[in-house]
């Protein structure tokens, strides 16, 4: 079921009463062509009717409040359009006592229940007082209600409409982040900027972070297509991250694929230094040892490597060095294995002419 569903279902479950055109008119000087149904939250009344209280004892302000509530839970509801002519008749006087409404809720942790009235309350007052607090609300409950995230971009996008507004690019910018749509994010961060948002140092991180995160998926994206400019951008990366065992991995990795071996093989080893169960390091090293001939090396790495991942690609890279390091005995050994994890693979099969002539 989606929020906008289970809202529209604590809707039906409200208590409706029928008011006649004219009880309308004479409690909220508001003028209707039928009779029609106001709202209460079942909870509200429900004390009342179990002290032997009648219906026409129940406060008005009650129906106020369960107008302000279908407003938020169910916009598709028939007498929206009257509740809003009665709300907007009487806008102050009934904002205020909402308003008091949404905070108690908010205190007591019923945060479905206030963030349903905000979402009223905006349709009646659709101020970036109200949209900030509606926003962190979404939050709020979107930390333990992940589902959650599409209603609050629903919200983000109402906010939006506002000229020059900051704060929904923040949080939209939080959602494309956790959503890894770094661009997207990069975006959002930088217009929340541009439109006047305040960069604490909380904000200046998350946008450091979001930064890091664009170049380095960008740099992973172009490894072999743009070694160079990628190695750029993981370079760029250093001054900040020099401590990242990750990142040193890749910047070995590019120097690897544009023939500069030794210094592929420096950054790996810095890597390894940072971390050394970073299997995909062992590799590398592995690799890098093997093109400048030093296959005693290539084959310690590598070894270690395949021992955790079984890896095919490890496997045949072994065999390739057990050859030609001249160690034929090892060699069909390890191409025996290779051949029973997968005989299918593209270098087993070219092997089988080395081995099964």
Known sequence: MSISEEFKEKVSKLIFLEFKKESIYNIFKVEVSENIYLPLRAERVIDKVKS?????????????????????????????????KILNNNKAEFMKYVKGIIVDEIKNKTYEDAYIMLKGLIEIEGTEENFDKIMMLSETIREKKSEFQEEELVIIEKAKKLKNYANPYLYEAYIKNENKDFEGAWYCINTYIEYGGEATNKIS??????GFIRSYEKAKAIIY????????????????FEDDAILNYYIGMNYRIIGNHEKAIYYLNEAMALDSNV????NELGINYAAINEYDKAIQYMRKAFEVTKSIEICTNLIMCYLNKGDITQAKLHYE????MDSNDEIVIKLKNVFEK
């Open 52 to 84: 032997g209280e009648k219906f026409k004892d129940i406060p008005l302000s009650f129906f106020v409040e369960g107008m302000f509530y279908v407003l938020g839970g169910d916009s598709s509801f028939k007498f929206n359009n009257i509740y809003l």
């Open 205 to 210: 991180e998350f946008k450091n972070s979001i």
């Open 225 to 240: 297509d743009e070694p160079k400019e990628s190695l750029k951008l993981f370079v760029s990366l250093l001054d900040e």
């Open 279 to 282: 299997v995909e390091v062992f």
């Open 337 to 340: 294995i290779a051949k029973k």
